[in-house]
Nanobody, 115 residues
Framework: QVQLVESGGGLVQAGGSRRLSCAAS????????MNWYRQAPGKQRELVAS???????YYADSVKGRFTIARDNAKNTMSLQMNSLKPEDTAVYYC?????????WGQGTQVAVSS
């Protein structure tokens, strides 16, 4: 079965950095687009960054220039390097993929940025 497991969340001061990881299993990782989403308290879940099977990337305007998404197809992992963090980056971060037309989500990892 498809499994996505995020790690790396925690408390960080504004201006600091954090690296999130997503370990994937149960599907052909190298053939799928992988995504990072986040959901802040009281807000809708939003797409933060995506990386295609070919390595093309997309970033939300709010994180462009500060976050970097990457994938390691040999290890079936995806990462999100977050720099220059702001209090408004506080959220639960989720990795997501689509496999055979079905959405799969991880359990999420909490990132809290203190001012």
């Amino acid at each position: 079965q498809v499994q996505l497991v995020e790690s790396g969340g925690g408390l960080v001061q504004a201006g600091g950095s954090r690296r999130l990881s997503c370990a994937a299993s149960g599907f052909i990782f190298r053939s799928t687009t992988m995504n990072w989403y986040r959901q802040a308290p009281g807000k809708q879940r939003e797409l933060v960054a995506s990386i295609s099977s070919g390595g093309s990337t997309y970033y939300a305007d709010s994180v462009k220039g500060r976050f970097t998404i990457a994938r390691d197809n040999a290890k079936n992992t995806m990462s999100l390097q977050m720099n220059s963090l702001k209090p408004e980056d506080t959220a639960v971060y989720y990795c997501k993929t689509v496999w055979y037309g079905q959405d799969y989500w991880g359990q999420g990892t909490q990132v809290a940025v203190s001012s």
